[in-house]
Nanobody, 123 residues
Framework: QLQASGGGLVQAGGSLRLSCAAS????????MGWFRQAPGKERDFVAT????????YYADSEKGRFTISRDNAKNTVYLQMNSLKLEDTAVYYC??????????????????WGQGTQVTVSS
């Protein structure tokens, strides 16, 4: 029900835009967000957006560089990533919750998951 795309290879300092297209019971999703997992590391919260009102939340390391947005008509959430760094290299997953939760930064709260898209930042 979630299809992520837009990953690729980019040089440090460059930009990428990830997309996450949702299908199915979109009305049941409260938060749609992005997590990432680098090799050998845990999956980390990147950003999320609330379906009603559009409030956005970011991990501290991404504030000012990444922007999450949505197009309700297309049931799609985007992650614009600028000033990419080597440490941004990871598989990026889009995810969605079924309920509202104040723990929006925890992957445990997300029920729906996309397949992941690889982002590789080179020097």
């Amino acid at each position: 029900q979630l299809q992520a795309s837009g990953g690729g290879l980019v040089q440090a300092g460059g930009s990428l835009r990830l997309s996450c297209a949702a299908s199915g019971r979109t009305s049941s999703r409260y938060f749609m967000g992005w997590f990432r997992q680098a090799p050998g590391k845990e999956r980390d919260f990147v950003a999320t957006i609330l379906s009603t009102g559009g409030s956005t939340y970011y991990a501290d390391s991404e504030k000012g560089r990444f922007t999450i947005s949505r197009d309700n008509a297309k049931n799609t959430v985007y992650l614009q990533m600028n000033s990419l760094k080597l440490e941004d290299t990871a598989v990026y997953y889009c995810a969605a919750t079924r309920y509202y939760s104040s723990n929006y930064y925890s992957d445990y709260e997300y029920f729906y998951w996309g397949q992941g898209t690889q982002v590789t930042v080179s020097s």
